[in-house]
């Protein structure tokens, strides 16, 4: 980690490669509170005026940045339709780990006026092929918003960078290669990712 400590995480085996699987909801509250400080103090310089956490790990660290950054509120984007949501504000998702389809992200259309014309920054938990990050942006474009940054407690290779629109940022509280199998066990795949744009000093 950033501060020289280290952080033990299974190997998730998906076949011809792994990952370090990272769970927030299930980290101490210890190593949740160092990930947002980290992210937080990464993302102070973009003048966020609005926290949008993806659903559903990604509140955890979501609501925790948006306290951070001293915000009153945030907006939490769900998998649920509840009764008086709009079509209009549905995208579907999918994730690298939970890949089925069918599921769709919401927005409450009764939050639109915390994100009308104001900084977004859009928070996950993990950004590893990208494809919940891409749907939370277009989830925001349906509601005229365009995030200015994304930030993830922890990156997870390079596949998301396929694709990726370099106009939005993205900060880490740290990173972890994909791992490929060999004899005897597992090595680095890449190199691990580091945010586009490095936390000021």
Not at 65 to 94: F, M, S
Not at 136 to 158: E, F, K, Y
Request: overall charge neutral.
């Amino acid at each position: 980690m950033r501060d020289g400590s280290l952080l033990r995480l299974p190997l998730r085996d998906y076949g011809d490669f792994a990952i370090a699987g990272f769970i927030a909801n299930q980290a101490s509250f210890e190593v949740l509170d160092t990930l947002v400080r980290w992210l937080a103090h990464d993302v102070t310089g973009i003048g966020a005026e609005v926290v949008v956490g993806l659903p559903t790990i990604g509140h955890v660290i979501g609501a925790g940045v948006a306290r951070a950054l001293r915000h009153k509120n945030w907006v939490a984007a769900g998998t649920t339709r509840k009764i008086w949501y709009d079509e209009a504000l549905c995208v579907p998702t999918q994730s690298v780990t939970a890949p089925e389809n069918g599921r769709r992200m919401w927005l409450d259309p009764r939050l639109m006026d915390r994100l009308s014309g104001r900084r977004v920054l859009l928070v996950d938990d993990v950004v590893s092929s990208g494809s919940s990050a891409r749907a939370g942006i277009s989830l925001l474009q349906r509601a005229g918003v365009v995030p200015v940054a994304l930030g993830v407690a922890m990156i997870q290779g390079d596949a998301w960078r396929h694709g990726w629109d370099p106009g939005i940022p993205v900060y880490a509280a740290f990173s972890t290669p994909r791992f490929r199998p060999v004899a005897g066990g597992w090595e680095p795949l890449d190199a691990p990712s580091s945010s586009p744009d490095p936390p000021p000093s």
